[in-house]
């Protein structure tokens, strides 16, 4: 059985741009939640989505935004990308909210 | 809000030793409690969970307790390998309908 795939893997962009980051889950799995991992901040709660709709949101600028499809692939995008955003962003699935939930290997940003 | 407390932050033992790694969270409606092993350059992998209804689970050489009353969680590891080095989250799924995890621990097993 596949796991969860996250393309790409390494992105560097330049300040002011965007970037739209992939998530494929286990097949099955109908719940994708997105996290940003940074040093200093540990892992933070982005959003989740289930059943293409948008469940639950952390505590991100607007400027942080998803989107579930009907295959339960999800997307995230950063517009107006900032130094601070450099960090690795990590998409989970679960077979429903509040069970077990497996993450890919993470997208690296850098914003230069 | 919703807090998970870990420690220690950075934890080194000698291989074949015991390493316990200890987690506090503040929302009593937490019932999920899963523990996360990140290895470099990759994702956290889901190693061991417990859910409120259970005090103690076993995987053979990982274990988690639980003690509601006190909002504590552990994750016992024993006769360490060096293999075992990586980073170890804990987390918390309560009333606030998410994930919120501990900021991590570093583990270092030395042969």
């Known amino acids: 059985k596949a796991g969860v795939t996250q393309t790409p893997r390494y992105l560097i962009k330049t300040r002011g741009q965007q970037v739209t980051l992939s998530c494929s889950p286990i097949?099955?799995?109908?719940?994708v939640s997105w996290y940003q991992q940074t040093p200093g901040q540990g892992l933070q709660f982005l959003f989740e989505y289930f059943s293409e709709t948008q469940r639950n949101k952390g505590n991100f600028p607007g400027r942080f935004s998803g989107r579930q499809f009907s295959n339960s692939r999800s997307e995230m995008n950063v517009s107006t990308l900032e130094l601070g955003d450099s960090a690795l962003y990590l998409c989970?699935?679960?077979?429903?909210?509040?069970?077990?939930?497996?993450f890919g290997q993470g997208t690296r940003l850098t914003v230069v | 809000g919703e807090n998970v407390e870990q420690h220690p932050s950075t934890l080194s033992v000698q291989e074949g030793d015991s390493a316990v790694i200890k987690c506090t969270y503040s929302?009593?409606?937490?019932?999920?409690f899963p523990w996360y092993k990140q290895e470099l350059g990759k994702g956290p992998q889901l190693i061991i969970d417990?859910?409120?209804?259970?005090g103690e689970k076993k995987d053979q050489r990982i274990a988690v307790t639980l003690n509601k009353t006190a909002k504590h969680f552990s994750l016992h590891i024993t006769e360490t390998q060096p293999e075992d080095s990586a980073v170890y989250f804990c987390a918390a799924w309560g009333d606030t309908d998410k994930l919120i995890f501990g900021t991590g621990t570093r583990l270092q097993v030395f042969p």
């Open positions: 097949s099955g799995h109908r719940s």
């Open positions: 929302d009593s409606a937490s019932n999920y």
């Open positions: 417990i859910r409120s209804n259970v």
């Open positions: 989970a699935s679960s077979l429903n909210p509040a069970k077990e939930a497996f």
